[in-house]
């Protein structure tokens, strides 16, 4: 990690005045990782609130009404965990010190096989993963003590500052708080999450409007939060993520003894919005023996809910010229998809690294920022947001079916993907390729085009259990719903 001041900079050390508009994860990060480059970063978050002393008091206390998805469940990947761990080791040490839920799928399913050993290099799938709160807590209390950051809460943003630049392309210079304080910025970094009215900013100050590839995952969350009565976490029998034909069951641990258990189901089926209400979200959770043990513990907050759950990604490069220069978004404010695969901070976290790059290499050129930011983002976040959103899409299908009555048949390419899973629990290195995908690390498409990999899968498909899991038909679900 470059400390402040180090001369090593590709833009030769000279200091910037960045603000940052949002104070959630990646906003916090980005303040971080550029603060270390040697600028002075101020972010501005609308929630007044500071953090709790601890990270209980901020799963129970903390109001952040910017935050989605604030109480519902979450997941690290290894990705976002080496992240941490290596650029941002305050926030990393401080999910360690309070309980952090230590993992590594990889380790665990070989674990499961005879005669296969670990490697060292099985190392790269280790996890730390704990509730949003307690993740968001940890970042904010680094920032706040960080050199160079300044955080100012309670300061909504009204909107952008900007000139002209000489092509007449907008250049940001500031932001305009709903204060009247204007706030003059080399750079702005939007970082306001899934919520973003960066669009509306844009049209304020005469930009072309970004290209905007938006549509609603389908999906509708319930979700509820467990801690353990003994101490003992409960034990992985399952996947992590149980596809029940016209619902799914996710359930992930988290720090200090508690996890959370959620239902979900597409949005429009009528019949399983009853999934709020805990006496039936109780008996479908138990009609599945694969993770019927996972309500073995004390419920510590209420069944909550969330629909509307946009898959989008937004693109400020348009027939090759940037729509606007000064402004970088990162995250949510720019990609964001369904949280039921654990992507969204992993994948804000690799954003927000791309973009220090390129700030290291191009600060005094917007025009060649915005450029390099746009391709970079396009060839390293832009292919997980398509890979979540061709899941997505794939998984409120199937749903869609089996409402209806009938039993999905995969395509070809589906076919192959679903002999992958299936297969992790035979061939190690197909255990490892699975984990690579899992653990954000490797997209899918980059491993299979590996030389002999979908040959070495297929290979093994009379192996694989394509049974689902024990569980409830449609009908059984909707006596149990009704």
Excluded at 192 to 218: F, M, Q, Y
Excluded at 389 to 395: L, Q, Y
Excluded at 434 to 446: K, P, Q, R
């Amino acid at each position: 990690m470059l400390s402040r001041g180090d001369n090593r900079l590709g833009y030769g050390g000279r200091m910037a005045t960045i603000a940052v508009a949002g104070g959630g994860m990646c906003g916090m990060a980005a303040a971080m990782m550029l603060a270390d480059d040697g600028h002075e970063v101020t972010v501005f978050e609308r929630d007044p609130q500071s953090p709790p002393t601890d990270p209980n008091g901020a799963f129970h206390d903390w109001q952040r009404r910017s935050v989605a998805q604030f109480g519902l469940a979450h997941w690290l990947h290894a990705r976002g965990t080496s992240i941490l761990r290596e650029q941002l080791p305050a926030v990393y040490d401080g999910l360690v010190e309070h309980g952090g839920y230590r993992f590594n799928l990889v380790k665990y399913l070989l674990s499961l096989m005879p005669d296969v050993e670990v490697t060292p290099d099985d190392d790269r799938f280790d996890l730390v993963t704990a509730r949003r709160s307690t993740i968001e807590w940890s970042t904010a209390q680094a920032a706040d003590a960080h050199p160079g950051v300044t955080v100012r809460r309670g300061e909504p943003i009204a909107g952008l500052l900007a000139t002209n630049g000489s092509d007449g392309t907008p250049h940001v210079t500031g932001l305009r708080l709903t204060s009247g304080e204007v706030f003059d910025a080399d750079l702005v970094v939007d970082a306001t999450g899934r919520r973003s009215p960066t669009s509306d900013w844009l049209a304020e100050i005469g930009t072309v409007a970004p290209l905007d590839h938006a549509e609603d995952s389908g999906f509708a969350y319930y979700g509820r939060y467990f801690r353990s009565v003994d101490g003992s976490m409960p034990a992985i029998i399952g996947p992590l993520l149980g596809p029940y034909g016209s619902f799914s069951i996710l359930t992930l641990p988290a720090d200090d003894n508690t996890w959370a258990v959620t239902l979900y189901g597409l949005a429009d089926d009528k019949a399983l919005r009853r999934f709020r209400d805990q006496e039936v979200y109780d008996r479908v959770v138990t009609a599945c023996p694969l993770h019927a043990h996972w309500l073995d513990g004390e419920p510590i907050t209420e069944i909550k809910s969330m629909a509307g759950v946009v898959d989008r990604h937004r693109e400020f490069v348009v027939d090759g010229a940037p729509i606007v220069t000064g402004m970088l978004s990162v995250g949510d404010a720019s990609s964001c998809t369904n949280p039921s695969l654990g992507r969204g901070i992993s994948l804000g976290l690799m954003h927000v690294e791309v973009m220090r790059d390129c700030i290291r290499d191009h600060l005094d050129d917007p025009h060649a920022l915005a450029l390099a930011f746009h391709d970079r983002s396009d060839a390293e976040i832009t292919p997980w947001h398509d890979a979540t959103v061709t899941t997505d899409r794939r998984r409120v299908s199937d749903m869609r079916i089996f409402r209806d009555g009938g039993t999905p048949v995969p395509s070809p390419e589906e076919t192959i993907a679903d002999t992958l899973q299936g297969a992790v629990l035979i061939d190690p290195e197909i255990t490892r390729a699975f984990g690579e995908v899992f653990s954000c690390l490797t997209t899918a498409d980059e491993v299979m085009a590996r030389p002999g990999l979908i040959e070495r899968v297929m290979g093994l498909a009379d192996q694989v259990d394509f049974r689902p899991a024990p569980g409830p038909d449609r009908a059984q679900l909707l006596e149990l719903v009704e």
